[in-house]
């Protein structure tokens, strides 16, 4: 007897659930295979990144700000969670149709491993070499497939319970060697990527700065439980960008290009952007996407050479009104020429707070401009600046529905006490309140605090260290009495302007209005 005579005597037994779970498992070798295989390439050739990365570049308008108001900046981790979940989904419903039909359910899951790869030549950072490792995922997971769905149903005649469960227990054994080998890549690129980073950054020293800046009073610093520390720790520093994975930027190899409306093209390259003579500067960065009372926004010591430096010896040309400066990862900002060549000192920046650069916050060089929300001025991994004009370029951003320019807004908040949360009072019956507050280049000239619906009280004020950092307030509560409070803030800025309580969402170009936290006094 031949075997397909075998095949048809012994009728296939329908099992939807083993049929969904091959599917799930096949889906986990694509992945396995093709991660392994990517520790040889960029880490943005891992089908999961590539995919991811597609995703957050094509979400529409608005669904950033969702996302980040629901999930802070743990926005990344849901990302992959809902990846996951996603790709479970359509990977058991490609098995269950495998049921019935086996080879349409193979050519699907052949089909979403083409998706992937179309995306994964979508990156900014790839090559076509890149789709070599979901190819071959793919190449593998489908036969694999096939394979599982004929080893759960067994045939009809080995219709004993013991046989149907040894098979499938071979089912469940490829899952979990599916599932170990995704964990022990992603670990293993971690490790290895940043080991092999430290090593080449270990080549470069930072330079001291040409022009110390003024070290910050212990005043600065409001002395209560609860505040921020006026200088935000580079490990606590908040983190926005597209990037699903950290480029690990190899400073031997990376180069700055400045062109388009200039004399001279330029090229640096990391030792050359070293020996530039450095200022230090003590600056507030802020994300367009805090909302009112949020922690979006970071205070740091930057080190780097002024923007100017480098496009005054590229020359501009008449006529241009904007810089354009793009990320390795394709990310781009469009900052006001102006910005970048005025008095404010806007930095290629190279070290925060007396270390080089993290990875996470731009490693080895990035943008720091003084007065621009993040999104239009502060790219990270920093590659390219086109001198251009508004008319001619549009940023990642504004292609997404934000406003093209990004002056930060005016923004205060209430740090202690947090929302909803107890105040003690002091022994003599008064209670202490503070926060913090920003405008930069404008400064902020006054915090008011409003209890309840009482008077506006006139915070103190810590020392003030430039008009591009953010102040601390204190404020002394002396008549705090027991129960529900609503304590409101607004500031008044250098130029005498007060806050307007006009609420607005972060899109298209920032929040405003007052930030209200209610308590309870004990
Ligand atoms: N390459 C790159 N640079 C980027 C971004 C990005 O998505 N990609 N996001 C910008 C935004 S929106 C902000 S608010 C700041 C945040 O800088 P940080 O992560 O160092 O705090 O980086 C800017 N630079
Ligand atoms: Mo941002």
Not at 172 to 194: E, P, Y
Request: glycine share 10%; with cysteine.
């Amino acid at each position: 007897m031949t075997a397909p005579a075998l095949r048809t005597a012994r009728a296939r037994r329908s099992a939807p659930g083993w049929s969904a779970a091959s599917g799930v498992v096949a889906g986990l070798v694509l992945v396995a295979v093709a991660e392994l295989l990517s520790l040889a390439f960029a880490s943005s050739s891992a089908p999961f990144v590539a995919v991811g990365g597609a995703f957050v570049d094509v979400v529409p308008p608005g669904v950033k700000d969702l996302v980040i108001s629901l999930f802070g900046t743990s926005d990344k981790l849901v990302l992959f969670a809902s990846m996951i979940v996603v790709y479970a989904g359509i990977t058991a419903l490609i098995g269950r149709l495998g049921d019935t039909r086996p080879r349409p359910s193979a050519a699907l899951l052949g089909g979403l491993g083409v998706l992937a790869m179309v995306l994964v030549l979508t990156r900014a950072q790839n090559t076509a070499a890149d789709v070599l490792p979901t190819l071959v995922g793919t190449v593998v997971a489908v036969p694999t497939l096939l394979l599982l769905l004929r080893t759960v149903h067994g045939p009809a005649a080995s219709d004993d319970a013991g046989t149907a469960w040894t098979r499938r227990r071979s089912l469940l054994g490829v899952g979990a060697v599916g599932l170990l080998a995704v964990i022990g890549v992603a670990t293993a690129r971690s490790l290895t990527a940043s080991r092999e980073l430290a090593r080449r950054a270990a080549q470069y020293v930072l330079p001291a700065p040409r022009s110390t800046v003024e070290p910050i009073p212990a005043d600065a610093q409001v002395q209560l439980e609860g505040m921020p520390p006026f200088v935000t720790p580079n490990s606590e520093f908040y983190r926005i960008d597209t990037a699903l994975s950290v480029p690990r930027v190899d400073p031997t190899s990376w180069q700055l290009r400045i062109h388009g409306l200039v004399d001279r093209e330029l090229t640096v390259d990391f030792a050359q952007l070293l020996a530039e003579p450095m200022i230090e500067k003590h600056v507030t960065l802020a994300c367009v996407s805090n909302p009112v009372g949020g922690d979006l926004a970071g205070n740091a010591t930057w080190l780097g050479v002024p923007v100017r430096t480098l496009l005054e010896r590229a020359g501009i040309k008449d006529g241009a009104d904007m810089v354009l400066s793009r990320s390795i990862d394709g990310f781009t900002a469009s900052t006001p020429l102006e910005a970048l060549t005025d008095s404010r000192d806007s930095l290629i920046a190279v070290g925060m707070n007396g270390e080089p650069l993290p990875a996470e916050h731009g490693y080895p060089v990035r943008m720091v401009v003084p007065g621009l929300y993040g999104y239009v001025s502060a790219t990270k991994w920093l590659t390219e600046l086109t001198v251009t004009r508004f008319a001619d370029d549009v940023a990642y951003w504004s292609t997404r529905g934000w406003s093209e320019r990004g002056p930060i807004k005016i923004a205060s908040r209430v740090d202690v006490p947090r929302a909803r949360a107890d105040l003690t009072r002091q022994d003599d019956g008064a209670a202490m309140l503070g926060g913090t507050a920003w405008a930069q280049q404008r400064g902020i000239a006054a915090v008011e605090v409003q209890i309840d619906d009482g008077d506006w009280r006139e915070a103190e004020l810590g020392a003030e260290v430039s008009e591009d950092t953010w102040v601390q307030w204190s404020l002394r509560w002396e008549d705090a009495s027991p129960g529900e409070h609503r304590i409101t803030v607004r500031a008044i800025d250098g130029e005498g302007r007060l806050q307007t309580s006009q609420h607005a969402n972060p899109a298209p170009d920032g929040a405003s209005g007052w930030h209200s936290v209610r308590c309870s006094v004990l």
